[in-house]
């Protein structure tokens, strides 16, 4: 293999006999077969990464360890990395490589808050009481990418293929916190394929609107200033923050009934005061807004400061708002997706072993879903739904947006789980998130050797975005001139478990894995009465 097949096969393919392309396929082939190969000689370092982030377990803009984890291997690994990118302290990009195509790799490092929760344990049981947790299950996804990565490095410097590796972390993505960062940052501005990794049940990829079942937000915190007074001795000198708080909650509730079916919001009260009897001068409360596309997204983002700017007027108190996430509803490159597709069929699911299938049931029976057990089939590539009704949101879609982009759903979860809850992070950190993340790797780096070697895939995903998903929509970000990624959020929160989360920490030097240093026998479920 030589630098000129990638050339050949576009320039002078047309003019060249069958038996000449019938080779450079063979060529591709066996350079899969290679990948495959090597992924499977680093299954131990795949699960290393896999149980390390987990045991990090760091909430939005505060995955500090994780980052300083990632990058070390990627330096280690040869890859130069750039750290602190668009103002974010643990966003980073790893590149390696020159010249074209430019294939990024994207995948989330954040956690849920108080989703600690034993590996191989199929009941509720945190390591650390309150403590945040993968209950995403996040940890798996730069284990994907960065087994998938080193292995091309190894097979790009071999066989001399020309062409650029980046590496990007999803921070804060649970906040829809920095995405749209990077984007205006330009960090996407020259890459020509996105291949994003997300932990999933299934083995699946999608292309348009997929399932139907995403949304676009914006996430905005509203403040509210008032007048403090003794709230018994001269309640009518206070003017009450917390007041206009709550009046803004009811005006959003009634108004709920008129919106369209296709909206989901949601709040939570981040500060209603300090006691009673002070009336509050200051509370706040963080909503996220989400429709099916920018024009409804906007709308309700409008109608939020209007509700506002109501409340302020009813109680007599001020308020301002922040910007602190969005998200375009992510749309996905359907000339990726077939391509990703054959080489989630080649590498086919997991064997799942007896232990796995028993901790997937027991957990099943535990929340109350069907006890089917894990998926034993990869999922075909299915007609997107003609009608998205919407659901959670990423913030992957504003990079969907501005370059070819698929979302590869990798097999290293179990079916039926509620999602953002400790039942998510069950698996983990067990063969079953192993298994699933080597799985994935393979489909990673066989769709980027599919995209390094053949220019014309390239040029056939850009030819969809231009002419399909962008010819009557364009993008423009959520993101004013002065919105700035809210890095400060999970702070406080951070600092009060780190000195847990610590001793906690996976030491591979000390054991195999994870489930052995937690001295968890795998899987423990609940004995049958
Ligand atoms: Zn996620």
């Known amino acids: ?25 063979a060529a591709l082939a066996g350079l899969k077969q290679q990948a495959i190969q090597e992924i499977d000689k ?7 990464m896999v149980d390390q982030i987990f045991s990090y377990s760091e909430l939005g803009f505060q995955e500090v360890e994780t980052s300083r984890y990632v990058t070390g291997i990627l330096e280690k690994n040869g890859f130069t990395v750039e750290r602190g990118i668009a103002g974010i302290p643990t966003a980073w990009v790893a590149s390696y490589g020159s010249g074209k195509p430019v294939i990024a790799f994207v995948t989330d490092i954040d956690c849920i808050p108080r989703a600690s929760q034993k590996p191989g344990v199929a009941y509720h049981s945190p ?14 996804g730069m284990a994907v990418q960065v087994t998938a990565a080193i292995v091309l490095k190894k097979l790009m410097q071999e066989h001399h293929i020309t062409g650029s590796l980046r590496i990007f972390p999803g921070v804060a993505e649970e906040l829809l916190g920095t995405k749209a960062f990077l984007v205006r940052a330009g960090y996407f501005k020259d890459v020509d394929t996105v291949l994003g990794a997300h932990v999933e049940s299934e083995f699946s990829t999608a292309y348009s609107t997929g399932n139907g079942e995403w949304s676009g937000l914006v996430s905005v915190q509203y403040f509210f200033h008032g007048r403090a007074a003794h709230s018994a001795g001269a309640p009518w000198s206070g003017r009450s923050a917390l007041d206009a708080v709550e009046l803004m909650d009811v005006g959003w509730n009634f108004r709920r009934e008129h919106l369209r079916l296709q909206q989901r919001s949601h709040y939570v009260i981040m500060n209603g005061g300090d006691q009673p009897n002070v009336v509050p001068s200051e509370a706040s409360v963080w909503y996220y807004f989400r429709e099916l596309d920018y024009p409804h997204i906007k709308e309700l983002y409008d109608l939020g400061n209007t509700m506002a700017t109501a409340a302020t007027m009813m109680t007599s108190t001020t308020a301002d708002h ?10 996905f490159n359907k000339v990726i997706a077939e391509t990703q597709q054959k080489n ?19 957990l099943q029976k535990e929340i109350g879903e069907k006890v089917d057990g894990l998926k034993l089939n990869v ?33 290293a979860n179990i079916p039926h789980l509620p999602g953002h809850s400790w039942a998510n992070g069950v698996a983990m950190a067990t063969p079953i998130a192993h298994k699933g993340s080597t799985a994935g790797a393979k489909v990673q780096a066989m769709t980027a050797l599919d995209f390094l070697l053949q220019p014309a895939l390239v ?21 004013g001139p002065d919105d700035k990624p809210a890095t400060e959020t999970n702070r406080e929160k951070m600092e009060r478990f780190v000195p847990e989360l610590q001793k906690f920490y996976y030491d591979p030097t000390r054991y195999k894995t994870y489930l052995e240093q937690l001295g968890i026998t795998y899987p423990t479920v609940k004995a049958r009465p």
Request: glycine share 10%.
């Open 1 to 25: 293999m030589r630098a000129c097949l990638a050339v050949w096969i576009v320039g002078c393919g047309l003019f060249l006999a069958g038996p000449a392309v019938a080779q450079e396929a």
């Open 42 to 48: 680093r299954q131990t370092f795949t699960q290393q």
């Open 127 to 140: 390591i650390i009481e309150g403590a945040p947790g993968h209950g995403e299950g996040h940890n798996a």
């Open 322 to 331: 922040r910007l602190v996430g969005s998200a375009w509803p992510p749309f």
């Open 344 to 362: 989630i069929e080649a590498v086919g699911m997991p064997m799942w072993s007896e232990a796995d299938q028993q901790l997937a049931k027991a």
């Open 379 to 411: 999922e075909p590539l299915k007609e997107p739904v003609k009608q998205p009704k919407g659901g959670g949101s990423d913030d992957v879609g504003d990079i969907s947006w501005n370059v070819p982009m698929t979302y590869l759903m990798y097999p």
């Open 459 to 479: 040029e056939a995903a850009w030819d969809y975005f231009h002419k399909v998903q962008t010819k009557d929509v364009h993008y423009e970000s959520f993101l």
